[in-house]
């Protein structure tokens, strides 16, 4: 079974031996996979669509998985009892959205080893929100697949309830992307760049006065991403 390049690179920072819980885990693909590759001895694979689920099923039958995954209709991550899994996935959501899953679940959340994360807007935001929590980031990817950028995560809960503190460079880009220089995260920058080079520009055509606070915005985050991609030049 062969997974795309965003669910492998999920798979990648799963850890070997533990049991997965698959948060909106649509046609099951990445608990399927874990177990025939012997990385994982099970998972609860749920999602709050009762078709997503039962194409989830149809893969586990397919690949005699029945007893080895297990399916649940749940609501984020109501259906789940406290200590039933190790690694909690949640990917391919908006930020907000998996913020409230968090928030919602958080009796259950203590009884995770590790937390994997693929949120797919206000990420920054998403940052702020787990360093709150009490979940240090650990480890950072971003992948570019077919023309779209997936940034994921994987967090443990904070030793010693410290609170990490990220500078706005790091909320916005990843601490660890940046410290690594990540190519993928340079391409992101250079593109994020023109868009707001592009909206620049045509705000500056708007009518005089009316598009002021929308222009010292963009032109903070253009400043913001310039002073990450000098980062760069120095390695």
Not at 60 to 66: A, K, R
Not at 80 to 102: C, F, H, N, R, S
Request: charged residues 30%; aromatic residues 6%.
């Amino acid at each position: 079974m062969q997974l795309s390049l965003r669910l492998s690179a999920i798979a990648e920072m799963v850890t070997e031996g533990s049991r997965l819980v698959d948060v909106g885990c649509d046609h099951g693909y990445l608990p399927v996979y874990l177990v025939l590759n012997h990385k994982i001895p099970g998972a609860i694979a749920m999602d709050v669509r009762k078709g997503p689920l039962s194409r989830a099923k149809e893969h586990l039958e397919e690949y005699g998985l029945g007893k080895y995954i297990e399916t649940r209709l749940s609501d984020g991550l109501h259906a789940l009892k406290p200590g039933e899994g190790d690694t909690l996935v949640i990917a391919g959501m908006g930020g907000p959205l998996m913020e409230k899953i968090l928030t919602e679940g958080e009796a259950v959340l203590d009884g995770f080893q590790e937390l994997i994360l693929q949120p797919q807007s206000d990420i920054p935001h998403f940052r702020h929100f787990l360093s709150e929590k009490g979940w240090t980031i650990t480890e950072e990817k971003i992948i570019l697949e077919d023309g779209k950028f997936y940034p994921m995560m994987k967090a443990v809960r904070n030793p010693g309830k410290e609170v990490p503190v990220y500078s706005k460079m790091e909320e916005w880009f990843g601490k660890l992307l940046l410290k690594e220089r990540n190519p993928v995260l340079k391409q992101y920058l250079e593109r994020e760049l023109g868009i707001r080079r592009e909206i620049l520009k045509k705000l500056a055509e708007a009518p005089a006065g009316s598009a002021l606070e929308r222009m010292k915005e963009i032109e903070e985050e253009k400043q913001l991403i310039l002073a990450a991609l000098k980062l760069y030049e120095s390695s």
